[in-house]
């Protein structure tokens, strides 16, 4: 198939469970974050060169990359740790006023969340986002609303944003849970 006219239809694959780690140097401020794999995350303080690292939060959150199951086309999500929902906290984040323009249409408004810092780190591209929202559009049961995703670089400030991260309670998991019923 001409994968420049596929009409794509997308699913996740290479999916990895595991965890962000944002860390703050309490000596220069700045903060940083990873992704862990590691079942429990780690949370001990450490110094690397002249920063002194300490854990400010941990989120459960998952990594994959996108395949087009009609052209077989894979887009690679190296660059996104997960994804936010907006909550509506600051009144001056370009989020929030997405968030508020979209919210009588039940356009939900979501944050695709990258590495920080920001300046320092390769981001989500433009197109890389569309096709996440594509994504998350063509699974919809509601025909009644629909998502919209922006990158985290619209986020006024990213250390005091209330937006909530995405994860499946039970992801971590390795084991299934027991139906105790």
Not at 4 to 21: A, D, F, P, Q, T
Not at 80 to 89: F, K, V, W
Not at 160 to 174: F, G, H, P, Q, R
């Amino acid at each position: 198939m001409d994968k420049g006219k596929c009409s794509h239809r997308w699913e996740m694959e290479n999916v990895l469970y595991g965890y962000i780690i944002t860390e703050k140097c309490f000596k220069c401020d700045k903060v940083s974050n990873y992704f862990t794999l590691e079942h429990t995350p780690p949370l001990e303080e450490y110094r690397d060169e002249e920063h002194f690292w300490n854990v400010m939060k941990s989120d459960q959150s998952f990594k994959f990359n996108l395949k087009c199951t009609e052209c077989e086309t894979v887009v690679d999500y190296e660059e996104l740790l997960g994804l936010m929902m907006c909550t509506g906290c600051d009144k001056d984040c370009e989020v929030d006023v997405e968030f508020k323009k979209l919210e009588a249409e039940r356009i939900w408004v979501y944050v695709a969340f990258g590495f920080l810092p920001i300046e320092e780190k390769v981001q989500l591209s433009d197109e890389k986002i569309k096709i996440l929202e594509d994504y998350f559009n063509q699974r919809r049961r509601s025909p009644n609303s629909s998502i919209k995703i922006v990158s985290h670089t619209k986020v006024k400030e990213i250390s005091t944003c209330y937006a909530e991260v995405i994860k499946d309670v039970n992801m971590v998991s390795l084991t299934a849970e027991e139906d105790i019923t």
